[in-house]
């Protein structure tokens, strides 16, 4: 199902500034596969695997598949992928780097939420900067991507968990961030 802002199952296209994590418990395919791709982080476990098989039926990865496989794996790899319709298991992904951690099967979600624990375990506003930039990245040139670093930089050292941040440290105690 599309949705009209967030695209197909109402998430491949939509607007975000938190981390997003994708577990992927077993095999991932088609529209599965979009749909982690669209997330900015994947735990997978060891024995799932990841294809887009659209062509097979005469259709192609439609949902951001065929576009972010290119941009989170080997040129060659992608192409294999979308054309081959080739699966991609997860410990070969996770060499790749598009899967950040594997898992026993039965232990993905927990993997996934120790992910998610410790990212919300740093300053929110910071992470959210920080995801802000290495999302745009792969979009943008040096020079783009220098004066948005500068402005999130300045924004980030202005905030209060900046401030915050510094006291913990000079304290020797944990950051009770503001967000």
Same mark, same amino acid.
């Given at each position: ?11 491949? +296209?939509?607007? =975000? ?10 095999? *991932? +395919? ?5 749909? *982690?791709? *669209? ?17 097979? =039926? ?52 927990? #993997?996934? =939420? ?13 992470? =959210? ?34 401030? #915050? ?15």
């Amino acid at each position: 199902v599309a949705k009209r802002d967030g695209g197909f199952a109402g998430f491949v +296209y939509a607007k =975000r500034e938190k981390p997003w994590i994708a577990a992927v418990h077993a095999n *991932a +395919y088609g529209g599965g596969v979009e749909i *982690a791709l *669209a997330c900015d982080m994947i735990v997978a476990a060891e024995d799932a695997s990841f294809s887009l098989p659209e062509v097979r =039926r005469g259709l192609i990865p439609g949902a951001g598949g065929a576009i972010r496989a290119a941009r989170f794996l080997p040129r060659a790899v992608a192409l294999e992928l979308v054309a081959a319709a080739a699966p991609l298991d997860a410990r070969r992904a996770h060499a790749l780097g598009l899967v950040n951690h594997l898992a026993p099967a039965m232990q993905v979600l927990d #993997e996934a =939420r120790a992910l998610a624990q410790r990212i919300a375990a740093n300053a929110p506003f910071a992470v =959210r900067q920080a995801m802000r930039l290495t999302r745009a990245a792969a979009d943008f040139n040096d020079d783009a991507l220098r004066a948005m670093q500068e402005e999130a930089v300045e924004m980030v050292r202005a905030s209060p968990d900046a401030a #915050e941040g510094a006291r913990a440290f000079v304290e020797k105690r944990e950051p009770d961030w503001g967000g």
